[in-house]
Structure formats: structure tokens, C-alpha cells
């Protein structure tokens, strides 16, 4: 099966009067910005998109994407691999004082000066926000065991040693 790429930008108005679908990628060395978020981007993105118009007439985007990447465990410093998956909808709005008129299910997306919006940028955003914000592997695959982690209480050593901030309540009783 061929991998179709999609446009950089499209104009969401024409395209939801034709109601059209696309359903392709943007290849891993598009995604640039992703790339300085991750350890490393393993596959292109897949992304499906319908434009469609709603019942109050307004302009829509719909779709999702979905990514692998490679990520640093913040518990024991591995790397491992992660599927980013994300859903959007999206109504395009001419500024951002339209964007208060929209209703709650959608999210505002300014046109640039063309009438067009920044595809490739608008779901390398929504990629990044799938990011967790503490990446980890699930506790039985982390080479740092829960009897390793310590909360709450010192080791020994560290409690032995002297306050660094002991000479400032000298200072205090001055």
C-alpha cells in the first residue's frame, strides 16, 4: 500500500465544501520540532482528517494522529518506545475574536494570510501535547525497582551529613 503525504497547508473552507477526507503521513524528518522533544521519531505520523461543515454551518476539522517514538525513562535513565496517539477538532476562525463564538467541542484555528491554516505545524502540535509529561516505562519493565526507590527518608550517609544551610540560622539569632 502506498504511503500518500499530505499537504503543508490546506483551506479548510474549500475542503469542507467538498467534504473531503485525507488519510496519510508526514514522514519522521518533517516532524522537527517533535524530534526536539523525543529521543528519537520512529515512524512517519499517520494522520486522518475529514473536513466537513456542521449543522450551525461552521467549518470543521476532524481527524487523529498517531506516532512512535522513543523516549528516556526519568527513573532509570533507558530509553523506550511510545505510540503518541491524539484526536483533534478543530473550526478555523478568521482571528481570535471569533474564537469566543465557537462552541465548546471545537478548538479555534487561525487562518493564515492565504486562507489557509499550517497543517504540518498544527499536528506536529497536537503530537507534542500527547507527550506525557513524565515519561516512564510501566513499573515492571523499569530496571529501577520499587524496593530501589526510596520516598520520603534519607540513606544513612545523606543524613549524617551537616545542614549546608545550618550557618544561616546563625545569621538568624544575630
Not at 473531503?20 to 503521513?25: C, F, K, R
Request: overall charge negative; hydrophobic content about 40%.
Amino acid at each position: 500500500m502506498q504511503k500518500l503525504k499530505l499537504p503543508l497547508t490546506v483551506d479548510p473552507v474549500k475542503d469542507a465544501q467538498r467534504r473531503l477526507d485525507y488519510s496519510g503521513i508526514y514522514t519522521a524528518n518533517q516532524l522537527a520540532r517533535l524530534a526536539e522533544s523525543v529521543v528519537n521519531v520512529l515512524s512517519d505520523a499517520q494522520v486522518t482528517l475529514s473536513f466537513y461543515i456542521d449543522p450551525q454551518k461552521l467549518v470543521v476539522m476532524k481527524g487523529q494522529a498517531q506516532v512512535e517514538v522513543e523516549l528516556e525513562c526519568q527513573r532509570c535513565g533507558e530509553t523506550f518506545r511510545q505510540t503518541l496517539e491524539c484526536g483533534f477538532c478543530y473550526s478555523p476562525v478568521a482571528n481570535w475574536d471569533q474564537a469566543d463564538d465557537l462552541p465548546e467541542i471545537y478548538e479555534p484555528i487561525e487562518f493564515n494570510e492565504f486562507g489557509e491554516i499550517d497543517l504540518l505545524g498544527t499536528m506536529e502540535d497536537e503530537l507534542i501535547l500527547a507527550l506525557p509529561l513524565v515519561p516512564m516505562h510501566s513499573s515492571e519493565h523499569c530496571e529501577v525497582s520499587a524496593q530501589e526507590q526510596v520516598f520520603g527518608e534519607l540513606p544513612e550517609e545523606l543524613a549524617k551529613k551537616p545542614n549546608p544551610f545550618a550557618v544561616l540560622a546563625n545569621l538568624k539569632q544575630k
